[in-house]
């Protein structure tokens, strides 16, 4: 069975990715696969404040993965949730490449974007945009 990947992350954007992506596949007969990335901590970071965000943001996925699910309750094919750790741009696309997705939905401005931004380099979009081995559809 073919699925589609649809990272997400609590954001505006995310939330209408996911909607499109269950659009697409309802109409294809895809499975869902719902993906959320929880943000290691950043060496040599000395600001407790910007460590106890990234916590917070961490223990908000769980909760959040358990919420969209709920968006699917009627969606006919399988929905799994995964949720790992790492960089999250990098874990997305080893995902990718490791589990047979056709297709990713993704929001173009993550929830960390303006919070963190200062720390991470580049979007983390445009990174599965231009590393992706399937088609990206990026929902404003």
């Known amino acids: 069975m073919k699925k589609l990947l649809i990272p997400i992350d609590g954001s505006e954007h995310a939330q209408r990715a996911m909607e499109r992506g269950k659009e ?3 109409k294809f007969g895809w499975d869902i696969v719902l993906l959320s990335v ?3 901590p950043i060496p040599y970071v000395d600001q407790v404040i910007t460590l ?9 996925l769980k ?3 358990d919420e969209a699910k709920k968006n699917f309750v009627h969606f006919s094919n399988e929905v ?7 960089d999250v741009a990098s874990t997305i696309i080893k995902y990718i490449e490791d589990n047979d997705i056709e297709m990713v ?3 173009s401005v993550g929830l960390n974007a303006g919070v963190i931004s200062g720390l991470l ?3 983390v979009t445009n990174k599965v945009l231009h590393k ?3 088609p990206v559809l990026v929902v404003k």
């Open 24 to 26: 697409l596949a309802e």
């Open 38 to 40: 929880e943000v290691l």
């Open 52 to 60: 106890n965000a990234i916590n917070q943001t961490n223990e908000d």
């Open 63 to 65: 909760i959040l993965l």
């Open 80 to 86: 799994q949730v995964v949720s790992l750790r790492g």
């Open 105 to 107: 939905v993704m929001g």
């Open 121 to 123: 380099l580049g979007s």
């Open 132 to 134: 992706s081995c399937v």
